[in-house]
């Protein structure tokens, strides 16, 4: 009878309009997990240390993750708006409660699940999030695994408008984390995109909890009873096809092929455990608190300067005070992403100006080509494979998900930063005109300055006192005695990492370019 239903249900929603296939995952779920598991949420499960990771565990798994997400509930909470609301289990929870709770629930069948749990004590919104439209305000919009269904820009918007003064904004979902290679897990938005897009809004950060490791194990159930529930049953089936009606099979096989080996990768291929979760997704619990919007744009420049070069002083200027002014100001935050995306198309636009100003001036570099090479050359050309070999160093122990403390690592923090200063340094002694220095080593000061202050966030978010320890003995990006001294250990590093990360050939290409500026030059000169 559910099955009839539902074909039902998916026929008439086609004539209306083309169903989304996340929602047609959603609503197999909700009847997957009703009558084979007993549970009826739709969420991933919240594993503690305690519950063993089984499929018979996995409903109490579901409980916990509600009870985490409502234990984030702020204080003097009313009002709650719950998008996405799936089959309404979370909401019933927060109506018992005492809360005052609407939902959004763009979903025909999963509408009609929730209203047949929730009754008359809620109101539903049958549209889309981006769509809606009410006089309402809510102390708590609530994305309970659903914000990785609505358009980023679109519903941060649209949160602004419902939220109350002072209102907060609670996603808990998983994001794409910005490391090479693919995964066969869909879903999530791009995190450096979210931090990016929201830093925009008037929202002051609570909450920023990772909690990757708890829900991983999820995955790990869902490609147990694929590999093998499913995918058995599938066999099965095409072999029952091929044999009773072996040319309807041929031509479906045919005609289908794009579709089907689609639907084996992503589903039946073995690749979506927990292992590759934790190495593309990051799942978040994020508590945003609205602010005044003239509040949060105000910000001192001369503040914000010092910050970002403020990383030359270690010593009198601290990273953590400086992190505690931007994170009540997040239009200072936005100011310090968009510098870090853009230090490296600033520093070869400034090269580039450079070598035209003199080829067009006739300023003759250094040469490092001719026989009477002069020592400022041999030192700018020492210095551009040294920061090339630090630089391809470092990139073996390029491995998202650790905090390597050894081999260059245990030189500075940040030795990809140090090679790139080498190169520049290196250049600009080749350059030979002083006044490139002032202009490159500013630049680099404020643009790359914003990238170690960016990546030194990001570090003591995800390793917490075990960064903090490491700071404590590593500088930045200039090193020390004691660190000089104690780097000996290259164990860690791995050819195969190395080369994957493409650094060889970004290297090849700087010292290709400068023996052609080389060239260039001296033909123009000639």
Known sequence: MVIVNFVEWSINMRKDKKTDSREIGLEIGAICGKYFLKSQHLHYGYWTGELEVDIANLRIAQENYAKFLISHIPDGVKTILDVGCGTGQIAKKLVDMGYQVDCVSPSPFLTKRAREVLGNTSHIFDCYYEELQTENRYDVILFGESFQYVDLQKALDTTIKFSTKGGHLLICDFFKKDVKGNSV????????????????????????????????????IYDDALQKAVRPVVGLVFDFLNDRYPVASKFLGWKYKKQMNKINEEYLSGGRVSEDFRKFKSYRLFLYKKVDSKKACQFDFRDAYLGSIGLQFEEKIKLSAFKNLVDSNKRLNYIVSQLRRWRIPALWLAFLIFIVEDILTGKK??????PDIPIVAIIGAV????????????????????????????????????????????????????????????LFTVFYGSAIIHEEWALEKKFGKEWELYKTKVPAIIPSLRSVFSTRDFSGWQWKVFLSTGELISFSVILTLALLIEFLEEAMFK
Request: charged fraction near 15%; glycine fraction near 10%; charge should be negative.
């Open 185 to 220: 897990l869909g879903g999530g938005h791009e995190l450096t995109k979210f931090y990016d897009l929201i830093a925009q809004c008037p929202f002051e950060l609570v909450k920023d909890l990772d909690i990757t490791e708890e829900t991983a194990p999820t995955t790990d």
């Open 365 to 370: 570099p250094y040469e490092f080509l001719l």
């Open 383 to 442: 210095l551009i494979l040294s920061g090339g070999f630090l630089r391809c160093l470092a990139r073996g122990y390029f491995v998202e998900g650790c905090l390597f403390t050894t081999g260059p690592y245990a030189l500075v923090r940040h030795p990809l930063f140090l090679g790139t200063l080498f190169i520049i340094m290196g250049l600009l002694f080749l350059l030979n005109d002083w006044f490139n220095w002032v202009v490159v080593l500013l």
